[in-house]
């Protein structure tokens, strides 16, 4: 066995009556990529808060190089070697690259030496690791794979050997996940340490050595990531058998629900995104959208569901025009049985202030059971919202809970139950399990198939090819604002990934 | 030359205006920049010309007034990072106390120590900051404009004029140019950076309160012991409130906030040189049109003809480390 970078023994952490971590014990291989995996809230952001001095464990022991030591502030991590990439990067938005990576390690108090002595060194990282940024760039102009990078580099250049990141690929697209692998591999063969907290199964089997797997706050299972599968790591995670791959029976399409027809719509920049779009879906299936992001997919779903104003084009529900040029009212469409999960559900989905049984009902506040006269009628809008808890095990079940507390993946619930428990002939989900844990995308896609099953309309948007792949009984592929394709969903990845990419070849050659 | 005499006595006189409002803004510069937004300034600059007309009242020197001013200045400015960075309370509640603190204490302590309404006794040569006449600013008085400009405009202000138009250049400096100015700036953006960055959010913007609380003293001392030779209640006279008003109209930048001074200084100027004077046509102007017009002056700039003014991001918002 290789030698330890890092051991931790017997880590403790409460916050409150909660315990987050419980009992750890974990051994860090110098010249290793770890996995940590686990569900939202498992203690996996928490262990590793503690190992960059952010939190002080309550009890329990850190050894670095074999030698114990005490790690009280993020400068003593640093001091050791520890560098941390964050899930919500900690850089300035308006300041340049080079202001970002010298700001605490500038050495002295005049800045124009710090600066250049960054500059040469931030060169030769570029160099040694094939990390390219613009030293001068304003972070905010950058997209969120060179921001990232910027973080690997601020660890770098503080002299890291141990890195952590936490949910490193939340944030990007595929191909940018794809380049963020390739730097952690050449990091690793250039003997640094890398720690790569996830819940995406995927990245784990293909750039760790070692996965540990968390659940409620301890570590139940360390595997060699050649020696184990899938499978087995979701069922340590979640604690049981987890089904990746949705069951469902044939679809029975019905009447068209949903017609649009030569839809065109512009963002907010004026840039056509929709350039005319034409289909239907119909009762019993669910029509799944692939795509990869901003290709046009937001745009459209916005201008369906009343939220952003179209260019031209029409829309038909249930056979009745939508005024998707005019003035198409959000809540006029959920009266007539148009429901919509929307892709931001920190956005546009949920005020995070208020409290859970409050979201509940939001957008359908205004329906007789809700209302007392004028009033809210509180009992009821309760008593339907400890239904929703209990139908959609949204966890906690505290209805009076304020929504900001619940984790990702039973905000979605929330924003779920609401929507499909008004009971819509048309569903428009957009991303329906981003930031939500296997557990819970499990249980989101039963409902899904349900809807389905009881006749329903479901237009699904997902960035998630596997996602489109295993929901959908047509899958429509979007580039460039257009419908590229239209594919079943036993069309390969490799076929759809064309598609996504803009290759017509194969849609000419057939 | 009538003409040209007029209008350096305007640009002088408004000079001797915007001292007090230029050091009032960077103060509020260096504290909004951090993050910390400082409402308050206003009755720190009370303060300050209140402790610095009664110290310099009582020793006879101008230096242990300035020296009194920055301290009480200072003071009132920690009590104001306890309560906003210390104890995360809300910012314009914190600053709006200290406001009223400064207008009701000063009556009071002022009433009780000279007995003269709430004044200080009227300051002997010693105990002000006079005008400082610049090397040879008599023997060029004659000098066609260039002359004018340098004796009549530039020269015969008090040190703490000059020190105030000195404290622009330097505040850039220390902004743009220092370790400190870094960080100060990145705190007011995004203090989790700062924080994972291993540099104490707190310490840091203690610090920025406390250059604050310096300035603010600096600009009350001006207002008693230079501009006039003793306290008088409510000396400052919203001229704190125009300081921030000029300190969102220069987007927090010290150059910008320097001519947003200059300009809020001349229409006071103005107003002053041609209050109850009957324009043709228009007639008497009201006084107070020409008081209010700094702000609407903000107001209508802001609303459409220098863009967005965007605050530091991380301001007004206590930093609690997230879970």
């Known amino acids: 066995m290789a030698e330890a970078a890092i051991e931790l023994v017997g880590i403790n952490k409460s916050f409150g009556t909660v315990h987050a971590n419980r009992d750890i014990n974990l051994v860090i291989e110098r010249g290793s990529i770890l996995g940590i995996v686990g569900e939202n809230g498992a203690g996996k952001s928490t262990l590793m808060s503690i190992l960059y001095g952010f939190y002080q464990a309550d009890s329990g022991e850190i050894k670095v190089g074999g030698k114990p030591v005490s790690i009280k502030t993020p400068n003593d ?106 730097i952690l591999r050449q990091l690793k063969e250039q003997g640094k340490t890398i720690v790569l907290i996830t819940h995406k199964l995927r990245e784990i089997m293909a750039i760790t050595d070692t996965v540990s797997v968390m659940r409620q706050g301890t570590v139940v299972a360390t595997r060699k990531t050649s020696e184990t599968t899938v499978e087995e790591l979701a069922e340590l995670m979640v604690g049981r058998r987890v089904l990746l791959r949705v069951e469902k029976g044939e679809a029975n399409p019905a009447a068209v629900k949903l017609s649009v027809s030569n839809l065109t719509v512009k963002d907010s920049r004026g840039v056509t995104m929709v350039k005319d779009v034409s289909f239907d879906v119909r009762g019993g ?80 506040h205004d ?69 939500v844990d296997v557990g819970a995308i499990e249980f989101i896609h039963k409902q899904l198939i349900a809807m389905r099953d009881s006749g329903k309309a479901v237009l699904l948007v997902s960035v998630e090819l596997d996602e489109i792949r295993s929901l959908s009984d047509r899958i429509l592929v979007m580039f460039d604002g257009r419908v590229v394709g239209e594919r079943s969903p036993d069309a390969t990845e490799g076929e759809l990934g064309l598609l996504m990419a803009g290759v017509e070849k194969l849609e000419a050659a057939e | 030359m009538e003409f040209v005499d007029t209008l350096i006595n305007i640009l002088n006189s408004t000079i001797r205006v915007s001292v007090p409002l230029l050091l009032a803004c960077l103060a509020g510069l260096y504290s909004e920049r951090a993050g910390i937004f400082d409402i308050g300034l206003e009755g720190k600059m009370l303060a300050g010309a209140f402790a610095g007309a009664a110290a310099a009242a009582v020793y006879g020197s101008a230096w242990i007034g300035l020296g009194m001013a920055v301290l009480v200045s200072v003071a009132l400015a920690l009590v104001h990072g306890f309560a906003s960075i210390t104890h995360r309370g809300n910012q314009i509640v914190s600053g ?45 008085r004659g000098v066609p404009v260039i002359g004018q400009i340098y004796s009549g405009l530039l020269s015969g202000h008090s040190l703490l004029a000059y020190a105030a138009f000195l404290a622009v250049p330097f505040t850039w ?31 840091l913007r203690y610090r920025a309160v406390i250059c604050t609380g310096i300035l ?54 103005m107003a002053i040189r041609y209050q109850g004077i009957a324009l043709p046509m228009i007639g008497k102007i009201p006084v107070q049109f020409m008081q209010a017009l700094p702000y609407v002056l903000t107001v209508i700039l802001l609303a459409g003809f220098i863009g967005k003014a965007i605050p530091p991001r991380a301001g007004g918002v206590p930093y609690v480390k997230e879970r």
């Open chain 1, 77 to 182: 991590a640093i001091a050791l070697g520890i560098g941390m990439v964050h899930q919500h990067f900690m850089l300035v938005q308006n300041f340049s690259v080079i202001e970002n990576i010298i700001l605490g390690a500038e050495h002295e108090a005049l800045l124009k030496r710090s600066i250049a002595n960054a500059r040469s060194e931030l060169d030769r990282l570029e160099h040694e690791y094939g990390l390219e940024v613009d030293p001068d760039a304003i972070i905010e102009e950058l997209p969120v794979g060179l921001q990232q990078r910027v973080e690997i580099l601020k660890a770098l250049y503080r002299g890291a050997e141990i890195l952590i990141l936490d949910e490193p690929t939340g944030v990007l697209t595929p191909a940018e996940a794809d380049h963020l692998f390739r």
């Open chain 1, 285 to 364: 299936e669910i029509v799944g959208i692939a795509g990869v992001a901003g290709n046009g997919q937001s745009e459209l779903i916005e201008a369906i569901s009343g939220i952003r104003r179209a260019v031209s084009g029409s829309v038909l529900l249930d056979g009745s025009p939508i005024d998707v040029t005019g003035h198409a009212d959000p809540g006029e469409l959920r009266d007539r049985g148009l429901a919509h999960v929307p892709e931001d559900r920190h956005h546009v989905g949920l005020v995070l202030a208020f409290e859970e049984s409050e979201n509940s009902i939001l957008g359908y």
């Open chain 1, 367 to 435: 329906k007789p059971q809700y209302l007392k006269g004028p009033f809210l009628d509180i009992e009821s809008i309760r008593t339907d919202a400890k239904a929703k808890i209990a139908k959609f095990d949204i966890r906690p079940p505290n209805d009076r809970l304020r929504t900001a507390n619940f984790s990702g993946g039973n905000q979605q619930k929330i924003v779920l139950a609401r929507e499909m428990e008004q009971d819509p002939g048309v569903l428009i989900v957009g991303q329906p399990t981003r930031g």
């Open chain 2, 96 to 140: 709006v106390a200290i406001n009223f603190i400064a207008a009701g204490s000063t009556i009071i302590l002022g009433q009780a120590w000279f007995n003269q309404g709430g004044r200080t006794p009227s300051l002997p040569p010693e105990g002000r900051f006079g005008s400082n006449t610049l090397p040879f600013a008599e023997e060029l």
């Open chain 2, 173 to 203: 400096w220390v902004l743009f140019r220092t370790r400190f100015g870094l960080r100060l700036r990145a705190v007011g953006e995004n203090p989790a950076a700062v924080d994972t960055a291993g540099i104490s959010v707190t310490w």
């Open chain 2, 216 to 269: 603010t003293g600096l600009a009350g001392s001006y207002m008693s012991l230079s501009q006039n030779a003793g306290f008088v209640k409510d000396m400052s006279a919203g001229r704190g409130f125009i300081a921030l008003a000029a300190l969102i109209f220069a987007k927090w930048r010290p150059v910008p906030a320097m001519f947003a001074c200059l300009l809020f200084g001349f229409l006071d100027a």
